[in-house]
């Protein structure tokens, strides 16, 4: 059937399906981009530590394992060299500071190294590792072990060039000469005073010498996740440093009683010789050894007595320190539990403040995202309601003109 309009208004009918098809492809597209970005804004409402700081919390606390290693290694040499030397004298001593070495070294080094930032971290152990080179080397703790002294300063140095090792391995040159400047100075102004390795935190400095804020210098702790995995490295290594710690304290203190199991031994073993030697002569000339025996046992008495009273003297001493190791120990696994608790108690702060931030950041992002929806739909309902009422006021001008020039004159 042929058409009764004119043929040059013919195609003008396909313009409205097409502006029809035309708005609602782009209603859909708008609508998509609208749920990513919602899904992009949700997904980045927890800020995670970057890359930089999580090598640098990897490499640092991989390096706990060499520090513990060289450290018990450099000690146990020590106290090994110190036990056979023929002089005696300075043995306790040495082998007293080997274990002190190993006790406060090792806890210093948890304190740093297993900070809640790891810039703290990273900063905080590479001046602990540069300044127990310095302390061994030519400061206070120079004189500690005798002539063994060469083996603490070799296994320092060491130790020092591992971490400077590490970090090279994360951070660029330039920074990399900029924290080595700064720990010079500072091992040069803040050095250990004695073996207990008493020291305060470097990152204090660290963050005046950069003249950066407090407030600037942590501004996340990570996602979930990654707090999850901190706390987690944490427990690993108190359930494995604490028992090392114990032990070499319960060494330490029994190193320095009163008891010495050396010289116990070698008394028995002379009380017996001369038993034996007695039960020679007994059985040579009985008659002179049972005089003998009245005489020794007139002689020896007060003697025997004097025995007993400083045997009951030293069994009680020895009971009263086994009861002082009993409640060292105690103490000690009352600071662990303690020690726990606490951790826990942070975790779970952590966890509720970066819950209460994750809702906080996900009611922020939805007020947003139903602003860009409201306005998105009175755009939608501009594009569908009057764009097509102004396109066909529009054509039926266009038409209107048209048959007006088509009609006969």
Not at 110 to 122: D, G, L, T, W
Not at 148 to 155: C, D, L, P, S
Not at 204 to 232: C, R
Not at 238 to 259: C, V
């Amino acid at each position: 059937m042929k058409s009764n309009w004119p043929s040059h208004i013919r195609p003008a009918s396909r313009w409205p399906r097409n502006l029809w098809r035309s708005a609602l492809a782009f209603t859909f597209g708008v609508m998509l981009s609208a749920c990513s970005l919602l899904e992009v804004k949700l997904e980045s409402g927890i800020e995670p530590l970057p890359q930089e700081q999580l090598n640098m919390r990897l490499f640092s606390r991989d390096f706990s394992q060499t520090f513990f290693i060289g450290v018990e290694h450099a000690a146990d040499d020590i106290a090994r060299l110190a036990k056979n030397d023929e002089a005696a004298s300075g043995d306790i001593s040495i082998r007293s500071n080997t274990l002190m070495w190993k006790i406060n070294a090792e806890e210093a080094l948890s304190r740093s190294i297993y900070q809640s930032s790891p810039v703290a971290a990273m900063v905080d152990t590479w001046a602990l590792t540069a300044q127990m080179n310095a302390f061994f080397r030519d400061g206070a703790g120079q004189q500690l072990f005798g002539e063994h002294q060469g083996i603490a300063i070799k296994a320092s140095e060491q130790l020092q060039r591992d971490f400077e090792t590490t970090v090279q391995g994360f951070v660029s040159k330039s920074d990399f000469n900029k924290h080595r400047k700064f720990i010079n100075q500072y091992i040069a102004s803040q050095p250990l005073p004695d073996i207990s390795f008493a020291r305060q935190t470097a990152f204090q400095s660290w963050l005046k010498y950069n003249e950066i804020s407090e407030f600037e210098a942590v501004t996340t702790f990570g996602t979930l996740p990654e707090v999850m995995s901190d706390i987690s490295d944490r427990m690993a290594m108190i359930s494995e440093q604490m028992p090392k710690i114990l032990g070499w304290k319960a060494e330490l203190y029994a190193l320095h009683s009163n008891i010495n199991s050396e010289e116990v031994q070698r008394t028995l073993a002379s009380i017996a010789d001369t038993s034996a030697k007695f039960q020679v002569l007994m059985a040579q000339s009985p008659e002179m050894m049972q005089s003998l025996a009245v005489d020794l046992r007139r002689e020896l008495t007060p003697l025997l007595n004097q025995l007993s009273s400083v045997t009951d003297d030293k069994m009680a001493q020895l009971s009263s320190e086994r009861e002082a190791l009993t409640i060292m120990v105690k103490n000690e696994r009352l600071a662990i539990e303690e020690m726990i608790a606490r951790e826990r108690i942070a975790a779970a702060a952590d966890l509720e403040h970066i819950s209460q931030m994750t809702v906080a950041k996900v009611f922020d992002e939805l007020g947003k995202l139903l602003q860009d929806l409201i306005l998105y739909i009175i755009l939608f309902i501009m594009v569908v309601v009057f764009v097509p009422l102004f396109l066909g006021i529009w054509l039926g001008k266009r038409m209107q003109q048209r048959s007006d020039s088509a009609a006969p004159q």
